[in-house]
């Protein structure tokens, strides 16, 4: 556990800086269009109110949230990002791990981790806090790769979300609703990503470093857009996303 705390505190700022520095890639575009979604399917489920999102990362997700309303704050175990994210933007970012998060803090009418419980020592004991943070109905949103997907089949062991060791678990629809119904989760309902992340698969597959300029850029649209769809048709899409209710 430590080690992973040093690793998250250190190790990821590349990714988290994009958005407080102003450059967004266009994986991070695709990801506000998802986004968008996302906030449209919570907001299905749960008049606005109080959101806590584990692992903010770029803080993202939280700004636009804001501006739809919400009340946000945000846990995330990078210090420099937590910072950031407070300094630039005027979030609520506290900087630890979910075991961090006070009881009194809460509640909150609904509790997002999106890519973060595949990360997770312990899934279970993730959920039973998330579920002491979320008021009674409360919403918990979660988004993993899907280890039953086209992209995983199609890639095999060069499929991204082999990541040891930042990748600890891997969920297909079956185990995750599993994971969460025996943490006190119920009125559970799974829907599909349209974004892919076939891109850094496919720079494993060919074992070469991403090329520059319009070519990555070209790639990069090609396979996080339309493979995205395809997986949704298929039904076995990159990413799940699961939407449930913390039971009385």
């Known amino acids: 556990m430590e080690e992973l705390r040093t690793l998250y505190a250190t ?19 695709l990801r506000e269009v998802n986004f968008d979604l996302v906030a449209r399917r919570i907001e299905a489920r749960v008049p606005k109110g109080r ?3 584990v692992g903010c990362g770029s803080g993202v997700f939280l700004v636009a949230m804001r501006r739809r309303g919400w009340a946000v704050a945000g846990l995330e175990p990078h210090r ?6 407070r300094t630039h933007h005027g979030l609520d970012v506290r900087a630890g791990m979910l075991e961090d998060a006070p009881i009194e803090w809460g509640p909150f009418d609904a509790v997002a981790l999106l890519d973060v419980i ?5 899934p279970a004991a993730a959920l039973a806090k998330v579920r002491a943070l979320l008021r009674p109905g409360g919403v918990l949103i979660l988004a993993t790769p899907n280890v039953a997907s086209l992209e995983h089949r199609l890639f095999g062991r060069r499929w ?4 040891p060791p930042d990748h600890l678990w891997l969920f297909s629809p079956d185990s995750l609703r599993r994971t969460v119904t025996m943490a006190g989760f ?12 076939a891109w850094p698969s496919l720079c494993r597959y060919f074992r070469s470093r991403p090329p520059s300029g319009a070519f990555h850029a070209a790639m990069k649209a090609l396979t996080a857009g339309p493979m995205g769809l395809v997986g949704m048709l298929q039904s076995a899409p990159a990413n799940l996303e699961l939407y449930a209710r913390r039971a009385p």
């Open 118 to 122: 595949e990360h997770l020592v312990d």
């Open 11 to 29: 190790q990821y700022q590349p990714v988290c800086g994009e958005f407080v520095t102003g450059r967004r890639s266009l994986l991070s575009r």
């Open 51 to 53: 959101l806590l999102e």
């Open 80 to 85: 420099t990002s937590a910072h950031d994210l």
């Open 160 to 163: 991204f979300a082999l990541q």
């Open 186 to 197: 119920d009125q559970l309902s799974l829907a599909a990503s349209p974004v892919a992340y």
